[in-house]
């Protein structure tokens, strides 16, 4: 039997609706439809990813084996990155798609916190090369810290992507920090220094009017340093007391030091988008701090000769973290054609699709066991070896604050118009304003 078709049986569903039914007496959610077993002629899917994209390209040969292995049609639509957007409107209505991918930030807030997410758990439970999809994915990527279940324990996302964050740099221009790179914060100023001193490249690349990038520098240096929790108990202090604890502080002066200190590249301040990202890639710039897309999105304008090289931004932490912001599939609480859905999603944690995505997309599969491009294998032992994960800003899916409220009073301190004292108490204000808001 197909992969695509090994939970599809009669029996085998009608098994597998039973014991959806006997968790906890009833895990469709309030307001949803029943889920039927008949076989549907078509199911639609909506997708974050663009026409011509590399993710797109894997994930439309894998929708077509599906097609072929069970004789449905698969309606897809791909949305783009504004597919959430898209989706919020049709929530309301009788076009509900079957299933739809989003990044865990933009879609939580969307479904899981209005309480139209289904559970995915018939997903979690097909056996796909021989094993169960729970089984395929590593057990630290569905912990309690990354919030990919629902109240009731059962899981909401079927992650089958991730995206992390590491020091980009060219590792045929600086090879020492692939052997030897900075292991704590001090460690990583000293080697600012040196670079600032020298006067031939700027320090840090960064684009400093992309809100999400700069916030990246307090959240993940704040976690990094305090574990997993620590931002999401800042932004969920509702008196602002949280932001009075000393260690914030200290976070806050480190990303203001960068500033004052002249670590940013010239011009960070006033450039859009990419135009620091393509000075790094030029060698105008030794480091940039961003995510694991970044070879696949600079492949087309570094400069010959380049090598992708990264290190884990430092932290004195004993314990070592590391992000992992997952891209998955979602059944909106309306769909029509759950078990089909579930199944099409669990298709694409077969191997052969993994390795494709590894690869040819220079994208993080979620399968620990899948192939990935030479440069990220360095991303993807940062995430084997961390003791625990995180999603972005901890998961905050508390709608607006992270645009309204982080970003702007961020941004004012990655640009070196505040000092980190001054954030905190912006930031504790805020948060008390915003909460009240609620």
């Not at 139209?116 to 590593?138: F, R």
């Not at 393509?278 to 961003?290: D, R, T, V, Y």
Request: glycine share 8%; net charge negative; hydrophobic share 40%.
């Amino acid at each position: 039997m197909s992969n695509a078709a090994r939970m599809l049986t009669p029996a085998l569903l009608a098994g597998a609706l039973v014991a959806l039914s006997a968790c906890g007496g009833d895990s469709t959610p309030a307001g949803e439809e029943p889920m039927s077993s008949e076989k549907p002629e078509s199911i639609s899917y909506w997708s974050m990813w663009k026409e011509g994209e590399t993710q797109q390209a894997v994930l439309a040969d894998a929708v077509a084996e599906w097609q072929e292995e069970t004789g449905i049609t698969v309606n897809v639509e791909w949305q783009g990155r504004g597919v959430v957007q898209k989706l919020t409107p049709a929530l309301n209505t009788n076009n509900v798609p079957d299933l739809v991918d989003a990044a865990y930030n933009k879609i939580a807030p969307v479904l899981v916190s209005t309480g139209q997410a289904s559970s995915m758990q018939m997903a979690y439970d097909t056996e796909i090369d021989g094993e169960k999809v729970s089984d395929l994915i590593p057990e630290k990527y569905i912990s309690d810290t990354t919030k990919l279940t629902l109240e009731d324990g059962e899981p909401w996302m079927m992650p089958y992507s991730l995206s992390s964050e590491a020091v980009w740099f060219d590792a045929a221009q600086y090879p020492e920090w692939t052997t030897d790179p900075p292991q704590d914060w001090d460690g990583f100023v000293s080697v600012l220094e040196e670079l600032k001193s020298k006067g031939e490249v700027a320090p840090i690349a960064i684009d400093g009017d992309i809100g999400g990038y700069n916030a990246a520098w307090f959240s993940s240096l704040m976690i990094g340093e305090n574990g997993p929790g620590s931002v999401d108990e800042l932004i969920s202090s509702e008196d602002g007391s949280a932001w009075d604890a000393p260690e914030v502080t200290e976070i806050a002066n480190r990303v203001a030091d960068l500033a004052k200190d002249g670590y940013f590249i010239e011009g960070y301040n006033a450039s859009k988008w990419p135009a620091q990202q393509q000075a790094w890639g030029a060698g105008k710039g030794a480091m940039l701090f961003s995510g694991s897309w970044i070879p696949a999105e600079t492949s087309t304008y570094v400069a010959e000769g380049f090598e992708y090289g990264s290190f884990p931004l430092p932290t004195n932490a004993d314990e070592q973290y590391a992000r992992a912001e997952f891209v998955g599939y979602v059944i909106p609480a309306k769909a029509e054609n759950k078990q089909w859905a579930a199944d099409l999603a669990a298709h694409v944690l077969s191997k052969s699709v993994q390795d494709a995505y590894g690869t040819e997309a220079m994208s993080l599969p979620i399968r620990e066991d899948a192939e990935v491009s030479p440069e990220l294998q360095s991303v993807v032992d940062n995430l084997q070896n961390a003791d625990d994960v995180y999603p972005a800003f901890d998961g905050a899916i508390y709608p607006g604050y992270t645009d309204k409220v982080l970003f702007p009073i961020n941004n004012e301190l990655v640009l070196g118009k505040i000092s980190g004292e001054e954030f905190v108490a912006k930031m504790k204000q805020a948060t008390i304003d915003y909460w009240e808001s609620q």
